[in-house]
């Protein structure tokens, strides 16, 4: 979900929400805000594209008018990126099993004398 970003208060604060579902066995659908500059960031992405998202974790404490503390977490983004655009460079295809064979001619006397 790519949402509409929206202003707050009387110094224009904005705030625009994502959405994104991990891709596992059981999904995640995970909240995160882009705040003020980053909102725009959304506007080239659409619902179905794979991205990566680059967030921060933000913690914040309040106090009720009770006295009792409260804490609240959230999620903000600041970078998306298109993985299909981008190849994932960090994320090599990851090659079969099978396409390796084990060594058969390894003979002991030729290792290295290197530590490591």
């Known amino acids: 979900m790519v949402g509409e970003t929206a202003t707050f208060g009387n110094n224009g ?5 994502l959405v994104v579902t991990t891709e596992e066995q059981y999904p995640q659908h995970i909240m995160i805000e ?10 080239n992405f659409q619902v179905g594209q ?8 933000r913690g914040r ?8 503390t409260k804490y609240f977490n959230s999620i903000q983004g600041w970078r998306i990126e298109n993985l299909a655009a981008a190849g994932a460079p960090d994320m090599p295809p990851m090659p079969p099993a099978d396409a390796f064979e084990p060594a058969t001619d390894f003979n002991e006397e030729d290792h290295d004398d290197l530590p490591f």
């Not at 604060?13 to 929400?17: P, T």
């Not at 882009?34 to 506007?43: A, H, R, S």
């Not at 794979?50 to 974790?57: A, D, E, G, Q, T």
């Open 34 to 43: 882009f705040v003020q500059d980053k909102t725009d960031l959304l506007n």
């Open 61 to 68: 404490e309040w106090v009720n008018p009770q006295g009792e």
């Open 13 to 17: 604060f904005r705030k625009r929400e």
């Open 50 to 57: 794979n991205v990566k998202v680059s967030i921060n974790l």
